[in-house]
Each structure stands twice: as C-alpha cells, then as structure tokens.
C-alpha cells in the first residue's frame, strides 16, 4: 500500500504521561498501606476495599453508558483510586451495602454529576466519605474490628477528645506500623509515607500541597504548646501527624488534581488552609477529626486560589 | 550549570541517528524552484524572467523594503519559469524555477577552503554585506539577520548570544557544523561583535554536546578570538528559544511582547547563521546553502548535508534510503515545533535545519481526553502561561479571556501539549487564539 502522509500541528511527540499512567501510580502508591491494614486489621478490609472498587468502576461504566449516554471512560483507572481512597476511609466492620451507597454518592453525585473526571469541585471519595458520616454516624465511627490489643473501640484522636489517653500511654512507633484504630487505610503511616515518596519520585504530585498540609499541622500543635506548656498529647506535633487522618488527606486526598490549585503558590496556600481548618475542628470542634472536612472547604476555594494565584509572566517582576 | 528559569520539559533528544555523520556535500539538483519568500516580512521581488541564464550567487530576488530580504540563484543554469507554485505546506508562493547547466559560481565569490580571519571593515559595511548576501536566522525563524544587526537609536547591544543549544530533538546540523565549521563560526562570532560594537559574545550549547563544547573552547582558547565565551548549558528543551536562551545566559529575562532582545542589551544569533555571517563577509558569497539533516528511527541511512536551497525535500529522502512502510509524518525541522510537509518536491529553504521523518504509530496522535486539572501544563510552560485556560478560552471563542491570560505570549514551544496526560491539543487552540487576538489588538489600533 502507498505511503499516507500524515500532516498535523507541532508538537509532533508527546510525553511518557498518561492519565491512565497517573492513576496507575497513585493505585500502586496506595497498596503498601492496604497490605498493612488487612495485615493489621484482618482480611475484611480487602473485602471492603472489593466492594468499594467494583462499586465505583460499576457506577461510572453504567452512569457514562446509560445516564450521560457516551463513551465508557473507566479506563483511565480514576474510578479505582476513588474507591481505594473511600474504602481507606471507611472502618472495617462497616456493612457492605453502606460502602455501596458511598460507592454511588461519591461516584454519582461527587463525580459524574459535574461531567465526570476533571470537572468535579469535590473530591469524589470524600463526598461518599461525609455522606455517610452523615448517614451512618454509628456504623461509620464502629473500630470494634480494630486492633485485638487497643484501648477501647474508638479512634486515638476520639480519646484524646474525651481525655482518655495520656502521653505516656501512646506509642509513636506503634503508630507508625499501623497499630492503632481507625479507618482502614489511614493507620499505616510508615507505609503511606512510602507510597507518597513513589508519587514524588514518578512526579504525580509535587511536595508543596503534604508540606503544607502537615507543616501548618504541625506548627499549630507547636503554638498551642507554648501557650501551655507542651504537656498534653493534643499539643504534640508528631501525635497529630500520626493519628487519624493526616497522611492519608495530606498526600493523597488534598492532591487530588481536579480540586487543587494549579500553581505551587496556590497549593500551599490550599495547604495551608486544609492545615489550619484540621487543627481548628481537632482542637476546638464537635467531630474527633477534621481532615475531611477541611479538605472539602478547601476543595470548594480552588477556583478562587486559581484565579489569584497566576503563573508569574515571563519577563515582568 | 545555567539554564533558563521556569517551565521546560526533557523530550529525548534522539540525536543518536544522525550525530556522527559528517557533514557530505548533496549532489546538485537538475533543477531548482526557489521561493521568492524564505524570511519573515515582505518577500523579495524577481528580478530574473524566463529564458534567463543566471549564475550561482547570483542575485535573483531582491529585498522589498528594509524587513526582508535578498534571494540568490543556488545554482547555475536557465530560469524556465517565475511562477506561484506550491510549498512544502501546499501554500502557493512566488518562485523561480531554474535548470541546472554546470556549477558557475560568479566572479567575485572566493572559493577557496582557506581560513581568512582579518577584517578592517566597518560595523556599517559588514551589516549592508550581511544584507546583500541574504542572511536569515538559520535556526528556524528566519528573520532577516540585518534588521536584528542594525540597532535602533538610542538602544544598544552589551552582549552577543550564539545559539548553539539546539534543543529541538533528532537534529544535528548546528552540531555538525560546530564540530567541523568551528572556526568559521567563531570568525563569523567575530564579525558580527564588530558589527553591533559588543566586546562579549557567549556560544549557547547544552550539555548534551560535550564534544561540542570541549572542540570550541579549544579553538577559543588559542587566542585568536578575544571575548568568546563557551558556555555549556544544562539540556532541557526550549532552550533555543531566544527568550530561554537569553535568560539562561545573562539572567535577564525579556520583557512580553513587543519588546525585542534588544532591550536588555542582548542580540541573539543561530551558530549556522555565524557561518554564514563569515562566509558572506570574508567570501562574498551569498546565502545558497546550508547544513540539513535528514534523520528518522525508521529511515535506512541518516545523514547531514550541505543542500543548496531549492533542492526538493524529495532528494533528502531518496538518499537516506525511501520512506519506511506505512503511514508517515515528514517534517520541516524537528518534532516539537517543526511544520508537517505535504509536498516532498517542495524547495528546502534557508530556515530548514532538518527534516525528520516518523512513521506508523509515532506519526499519530493520541485520543483525547478530559482535561483533568493537574496544571502540568502551567508548570512546564516556559513563558508563565497558563495553557489549560488559554485553550478553554480558545475552544469557547472567549477572546477577551485569551487576551487578558496574555495568549499572544505564546512562542509557540509545544510544552504544554507535550506534556498533557489527556493528549489535549492545547497549544492548537492557543495558536488560534494567539492569532486572533492578535488581529483584534490590530483592529483596535487602526480605529484610533
């Protein structure tokens, strides 16, 4: 056959990114801590996270072909990272009919809804995430498949809350492998740290939206120590880190791209925010733990960091 | 190591094909069509009709005002026709068609292959030699070399930049003729500090082409040349562009547009164009020919020729063996801002540092997706754009959104699109909206 000359536009080449790459990475990232939490928390979280995925990749394949009538785009993975990022939110002896009802809020409402990926204000998963806080406050804040060995059945953060547990009864280290309550994919700190160091690495994210996050955490617990002297567990700034939510929100929920600024400057003032409004509900507020929230407060300042955090113009000061 | 400062992306440089051919001299073509129009601005005027015997060097179009310039006859022969034909895009140009008798070179072009260093010429002269020769920005842009030599009033020039970086992948004529037409480069480097009166010239070259840099420095180092500077630059793509390159050298970055290089005292020249400077200046000879790679992973034979202007990108191909199997893309240039051809019996002109050819797979784009918002595009734009925005704009018509994101900043690298994971063909839509925008200011400026 003779040669077709094809003639497009430059760029002729294109790089080795893809969306379905992108997603691929944050899925490989994710799996070291869900190997800790089933090694943890027993094999119920691999059956939780099953029922999580399939849901989502169902909703999106049914809700595109069926609803909005067009081209199928499971394919580009995103809808296996949200239902990793809802189960890893969820406490393990939740009833699989509940994460299902979370599958279709985040995937229905938080994601096709807006026109599917890209377009969504919020992040998917945490919009199932605070439906069901919401619907289910009892069966979503129920730890007692947690650890064997644990204080009671609740969440360290809740402990603290009710002044049950003291400095000298918590163990960093513990913490840092996985042993403590809470959802299932937010205990493994040393394993999530790992994934989101493979997520620099591939550049999937960049460092400033965790930094910020995490610095801000951090700074806070410093403040509140010094006007009290630092004794207590809630002035700690390793110990707010560590527990609950923190890495799982800081380095995989926050940087979730369509509803994060686009500019580093606008990432850590989006940090900075998620930051602040953690600490805020933590310390001062009705809930244990305030990641979520904080993160979908500042989802909804994106287009408004966007619009004033511009790229600096080339040759201008 | 020095480098421009935001933005840029590390395609691979695929130099490998064609690196270590040297530089052949291309069998001289039976005819030639030579455009009329192979610069920016307005194209030259024929002075030649059919039926005329011309010779190689010979002046055959001559420059329509101060923003364009001269065309000579590559080769020697009879003009059988001044004619519209169609261009390497399939756009129908002014052109004389010349058949090949012998190689008669006119009279008072010197073509002996001896080095002439000395120069008592004044900065004036060597810039209306410079002019009469036809010389262009050889890297691609092909703005008239003399209009960026004569420095408006009041302005001046503090430093040469030689651009050596060639950052565009898969070509390798500058590369060549660094290594193998060093020292009339750096004679040609010479000429043109004398003719913008600077007493510092800086050869731009990433630090993919160390033997490159070291060849240089070694011929710099021999004293002859007084205030060249090597420099070797770290290798990331767009370097070349004349903003990035600049700001990589001085740190200076030039203002948006309209403002030129020359406001920060720098003026900007391709390393083939050095050569051409020398050979116009010292040999009289005009500029006929030129250094042209032809490379593909998919070709039998890669090589760099030198090519005189007006030999059918045809030619090139045939010699490096035929197009390979299935569906191609031949392009004008490289792959990140080189033009797709649709005529192979189209002239290769004086901009043409290379045709590359891609075959199959590597010819297609990818499908389209949702833009997902992951600003990879605002990070990787070189000139502080935000090309997810700008495209938007562009695909919804909302020029006046284009126009206050600065849209006409544009220089057109292709970053952005490289580098989207959803294939968007963003910089497509932002050159749409680069142009009208650009027609929207004209048209506001003419109301007044």
Redesign the interface.
């Known amino acids: 056959m003779a040669n077709r000359i094809i003639a497009a536009p430059s760029p002729h080449i294109h790089g080795a990114e893809s969306t379905r790459r992108i997603m691929g990475d944050v899925v490989l990232a994710l799996l070291p801590a869900l190997l800790v939490s089933a090694y943890v928390l027993g094999w119920r979280v691999l059956f939780v996270t099953a029922v999580s995925v399939v849901a989502c990749v169902a909703f999106e394949y049914l809700i595109a072909r069926f609803l909005l009538k067009r081209r199928s785009t499971i394919g580009d993975l995103s809808a296996v990272v949200t239902g990793l990022l809802l189960a890893f939110n969820l406490p393990t002896g939740i009833p699989w009919w509940i994460v299902v009802i979370g599958a279709l809020v985040a995937i229905g409402i938080g994601k096709m809804t807006f026109g599917g990926l890209g377009c969504n204000p919020f992040n998917p998963a945490l919009t199932g995430r605070i439906f069901l806080l919401i619907a289910y406050p009892v069966q979503m804040t129920d730890w007692t498949t947690g650890v064997p060995d644990a204080l009671t059945g609740s969440t360290i953060l809740a402990d603290v809350k009710a002044g049950l547990t003291s400095v000298s009864e918590v163990d960093f280290v513990a913490m840092l492998g996985g042993h403590m309550n809470g959802s299932m994919g937010e205990i493994g700190s040393f394993a999530l740290i790992l994934g989101g160091l493979y997520l620099l690495w591939r550049r999937v994210i960049s460092w400033h939206i965790p930094v910020a996050v995490l610095g801000t955490m951090a700074l806070f617990a410093l403040f509140l120590a010094i006007g009290d002297g630092g004794a207590a567990l809630w002035q700690m700034p390793l110990f707010h880190i560590l527990a609950g939510g923190a890495l799982l929100g800081a380095i995989y929920m926050a940087t979730d791209y369509s509803t994060s600024p686009m500019t580093h400057c606008g990432m850590l003032i989006y940090g900075v925010g998620i930051g602040l409004l953690t600490m805020i509900i933590r310390v001062w507020g009705a809930y244990p733990e305030g990641m979520s929230f904080a993160i979908f407060i500042m989802n909804a300042a994106t287009p408004l960091i966007n619009k004033y955090c511009r790229p600096k113009r080339f040759g201008t000061k | 190591m020095k480098t421009f ?2 933005g840029g ?1 590390h ?1 691979s440089d695929n130099k490998q094909w064609s690196k270590d051919k040297a530089i052949e001299v291309l069998e001289l073509p039976d005819s030639v069509a030579v455009p009329m129009i192979q610069h920016i601005g307005a194209p030259a005027t024929p002075i030649v009709k059919k039926g005329d015997k011309v010779l190689t060097g010979q002046l055959i179009g001559e420059a329509t005002g101060f923003v364009s310039a001269n065309i000579h006859s590559p080769i020697s022969g009879t003009v059988t026709a001044v004619d519209m034909l169609p261009n390497g ?1 399939g756009q129908r140009r002014m052109m004389v068609v010349i058949k090949r008798e012998g190689d008669e070179w006119v009279e008072t072009i010197d073509r002996s292959t001896e080095l002439k260093r000395a120069c008592t010429l004044e900065p004036k002269e060597i810039i209306a030699k410079v002019k009469e020769a036809g010389i262009v920005g050889m890297g691609g842009a092909q703005f008239p070399t003399h209009v960026k030599l004569s420095i408006p009033e009041g302005q001046k020039a503090n430093i040469l930049i030689i651009n050596g970086v060639e950052c565009e ?1 898969y070509l390798t004529s500058d590369y060549r003729t660094m290594l193998e037409r060093g020292e009339m480069m750096l004679v040609g480097v010479s000429l043109l500090m004398r003719a913008i009166s600077v007493d510092r010239a800086v050869i731009g070259v990433e630090n993919n082409k160390p033997d490159a840099i070291a060849h240089l420095r070694k011929l710099v180092a021999d004293g002859a040349y007084r205030g060249i500077e090597v420099m070797p630059l770290k290798t990331r793509y767009p370097q070349g562009g004349e ?1 990035q390159l600049i ?1 990589a050298v001085t740190g200076r ?4 547009p309209p ?1 030129l290089p020359i406001s920060v005292g720098a003026v900007v020249c391709n390393a083939s164009t050095a050569v051409a400077v020398y050979e116009a200046v010292q040999k009289n000879k005009p500029l006929i020919e030129r250094v042209v790679t032809i490379t593909g992973k998919h070709l039998k034979e890669t090589h760099n020729y030198l090519t005189r202007f007006g030999t059918p990108y045809s030619t090139l191909i045939e010699r490096a063996g035929g ?1 390979p ?7 004008n240039g490289g ?8 005529n ?1 019996s189209a002239p290769i002109m004086k901009g043409c540092s290379g045709v590359t050819v ?1 075959s199959d797979g ?5 499908v389209e ?8 595009c ?2 990787a ?6 090309p ?1 925005l700008l495209a938007r704009a562009s695909k919804l018509q909302k020029w006046d959104v284009a126009e206050e994101h ?1 849209a006409t ?1 544009c220089i ?1 690298c ?1 970053c952005c ?7 968007l ?1 963003l ?2 839509y932002i ?1 749409i909206a680069k142009q009208t925008v650009m027609a929207n200011i004209r048209a506001r400026a003419n109301k007044k």
């Open positions: 400062p935001i992306i395609p895009q992948p903003k700001a970055q030039v203002p948006p403002a197009l199997e299935g569906d191609v893309k031949i392009l792959p990140m801002m080189g033009r797709a051809l649709v192979l891609y590597d010819a297609l784009r990818g997706q949702a833009c997902i918002k992951c600003g990879k605002v990070n734009c070189p000139i502080g754009l935000e997810y600065n900043d057109e292709g699109s490289y580098t989207c994971p959803s294939y063909p910089l497509d050159r």
